[in-house]
């Protein structure tokens, strides 16, 4: 096989405690980190050092789920943290380079609100924001907003990608050149360089123009989580990088082929398009030490936790009923999440897995790939993975924040800078300088000039 050229792209996806469903727990976990700034800013400063592309923050718009007593044993339920656009927005003040990226819902927001949002955090942070679009698959989000249940899942991604399209479009209101603001003349804004969306579609209706200058980016970096159809159709006609879940190379393989050969019939190019598989990697001096930091976490977890978390990620049903150490029952299609509950299914069907022992194969990463070994090991595998057209790059994951991010840039980046896979010194000062991503031009067909 001839050698892939290029590095690898990598986000440093910070979850308060760390990625393990047990990491709060730990001695040297911050029990209190989604609360607490100085931590996530030294672990964004430690990131931007290290010269990862990217920061990347989840966020869910409501607690998951009703039931207190798993809700009181875990710190992964979105239970104390940050709003993640004004969290990224007091990291743009305290770092220079790294990309600041956030989830927000479709589900529950309108497209207004989000191109003003992300526009602005662009132009806070000199050019280093990106927008993980998502739908939102709990009914508890649901009820936060009036309503008894959530949008059924195809409902959702044709609502997703209009809202997409109407943020694009509000992103063109203005030319870069737009704002002279010329005292002498009295020119604040040229209105040949304004145009006015006017959007009127199946769920939205939206004038325009938006109060924001255009982004320094053009548009901020369009980022997509979700690998059902739909979400694979969405990623291939409207967004720029792509977080996902495979547990093998030949899965990533396909995704990878399959997502990037649909693009072609949106008019992209497959190269305008960065897949970044998401990874938990537990790393040691040796395997045995490796081991030994993964069965540390291991040892914390809760089985109330481990429960209530498999029957989460398999399409919210409840569990309880059925024997911990007995097989997952048959279960009925979710309308959450359909590619993680795929994924669960699969991954228990395939390895002949009890309910125990799904919760403790998936409490690390919940079904994204789980590395424990060597740096060398996991350089070996991440670079497969890379040099087969698996990925473009990773989602790195660390299971016990700040010590689990910590060994990744300590152990790992030397070995893939001694492979000549990442960088060593920022190439650009904005997030799509460092992916490589072009910048969008503005779309003169949206809207009237007004």
Do not use: C
């Amino acid at each position: 096989m001839t050698r892939r050229s290029g590095h690898l792209h990598l986000g440093a996806f910070l979850y308060p405690t760390g990625h393990h469903i047990a990491a709060w727990r730990h001695p040297r976990a911050v029990a209190d980190a989604g609360s607490n700034f100085a931590h996530y800013a030294q672990l964004a400063q430690a990131a931007e050092a290290a010269k990862f592309d990217l920061v990347f923050l989840a966020d869910g718009s409501g607690t998951r789920g009703d039931d207190a007593p798993f809700l009181s044993r875990t710190a992964h339920s979105y239970v104390a943290q940050f709003e993640p656009l004004t969290l990224l927005s007091a990291l743009a003040a305290v770092t220079q380079r790294i990309g600041l990226v956030g989830t927000a819902s479709t589900s529950f927001n309108e497209p207004y609100h989000i191109a003003r949002k992300f526009a602005s955090l662009d132009h806070i942070s000199g050019g280093r924001a990106g927008w993980n679009l998502v739908t939102s698959s709990s009914e508890h989000e649901a009820r936060n907003f009036g309503h008894d249940e959530h949008l059924q899942h195809a409902h959702r991604y044709e609502r997703a990608a209009e809202f997409a399209d109407v943020v694009a479009g509000l992103w063109d209101t203005w030319d870069e050149d737009a704002f002279p603001r010329d005292k002498a003349s009295g020119i604040f804004f040229d209105p040949a360089k304004r145009r006015v969306l006017n959007h009127r579609g199946a769920f939205f209706k939206v004038r325009g123009p938006l109060n924001v200058a255009r982004a320094p980016q053009g548009h901020p970096v369009l980022v997509q989580a979700g690998s059902s159809e739909a979400g694979r159709t969405l990623a291939a006609r409207t967004a720029e990088v792509v977080f996902t879940a495979q547990q093998t190379l030949e899965d990533a393989v396909a995704f990878y082929a399959d997502v990037k050969g649909r693009m072609a019939h949106y008019g992209r190019h497959p190269d305008s398009l960065r897949i970044m598989p998401g990874v938990m990697p537990i790393v040691g001096r040796t395997e045995a030490e490796a081991q030994e930091k993964f069965e540390e976490l291991q040892a914390l977890i809760d089985p109330v936790v481990g429960l209530a978390m498999v029957s989460t990620l398999t399409g919210g049903v409840d569990l309880s009923s059925f024997p911990l150490d007995g097989p997952i029952p048959e279960l009925p299609e979710t309308n959450a999440s359909k590619s993680r509950q795929s994924l669960m299914i699969e991954l228990a069907r395939r390895e002949n897995l009890t309910i125990r022992e799904l919760y403790r194969r998936i409490a690390g990463a919940r079904g994204h790939w789980q590395l424990v070994g060597t740096a060398a090991q996991i350089a070996d595998e991440l670079e497969q993975r890379f040099q087969h057209f698996g990925a473009d790059g990773f989602n790195v994951m660390p299971a016990l924040l700040p010590g689990s991010l910590h060994d990744f840039i300590e152990g790992v980046l030397p070995e893939l800078r001694r492979r000549g896979l990442f960088r060593s010194e920022y190439e650009g000062t904005t997030l799509r300088d460092h992916l490589g991503l072009a910048k969008p031009r503005v779309a003169q067909k949206n809207g009237i000039a007004a």
